[in-house]
């Protein structure tokens, strides 16, 4: 089975602190996905990479940057957080850059609180 | 730009009752459909999906049809159980280019026994 793992599942952190969302994904898969997940907004994706060292924003990544220096590994930035940061952080991934679909598949998530 | 329409919920529906989750689409070109499910303290995971119109995707007694004509994919099931408690999320990947997923707000269902 495919197993997409999180860093920690629950985080709390202050304003202004540098935080690191950590992703790994043991499947050999190109392409890896971060997102948050809010009430009333469903999913949001922040950033995604379809290969090493590659990165391409999603529809919110301002006060965001990524990181994927190994294939199996993509990490999420928060160079300085704020309260509005606050929030449920889903990473997935999924085999194959372009093509058909591929399906993605689903770390357990990170419940980050920005103090 | 792409997006997806489904109400948040939550539906409340006693258990061997009839599911009905609305979706309806907006796109260009001819996107694939998909039926991501959160079940309590995991991640999203595929539920069933359609790639071209009149697809019927079906998978654990769930089905959902690609409707082009009304820009619709639509869930139901015709007789949930308690362990379908979960939040169900439509979603489309627009034709070509990378593995983007636009994703909607998510319906919260609560069966009862």
């Known amino acids: 089975d495919v197993k997409v793992t999180q860093s920690s599942r629950y985080l709390v952190k202050r304003t202004g602190e540098k935080v690191f969302l950590e992703c790994v994904q043991d499947m050999d898969h190109e392409n890896m996905f971060w997102y948050r997940q809010d009430p009333g907004l469903g999913l949001r994706l922040i950033y995604f990479s379809y290969d090493v060292k590659m990165k391409e924003k999603g529809d919110i990544p301002e006060g965001y940057s990524v990181s994927r220096e190994k294939k199996e590994r993509f990490s999420l930035i928060l160079e300085s957080a704020s309260t509005n940061q606050t929030s449920m952080y889903l990473c997935a991934s999924s085999l194959y850059r372009t093509g058909s679909y591929n399906e993605q598949f689903f770390g357990p998530g990170t419940r980050l609180t920005v103090l | ?113």
């Open chain 2, 1 to 113: 730009g792409d997006s997806v329409t489904q109400m948040e919920g939550p539906v409340t529906l006693s258990e061997e009752a009839f599911l009905t989750i609305n979706c309806t689409y907006t796109a260009t070109g001819y996107p694939s459909l998909f039926w991501y499910v959160q079940y309590p303290g995991e991640g999203l995971q595929l539920l069933l999906k359609a790639t071209k119109a009149d697809d019927k995707g079906s998978n654990k007694g769930f089905e959902a049809t690609y409707r082009k004509e009304t820009t619709s994919f639509h869930l139901e099931k015709g007789s949930v159980q308690v362990s379908d408690s979960a939040v169900y999320f439509c979603a489309l990947r627009a034709s070509g280019g990378y593995q983007k997923v636009t994703f909607g707000i998510g319906t919260k269902l609560q069966v009862i026994p």
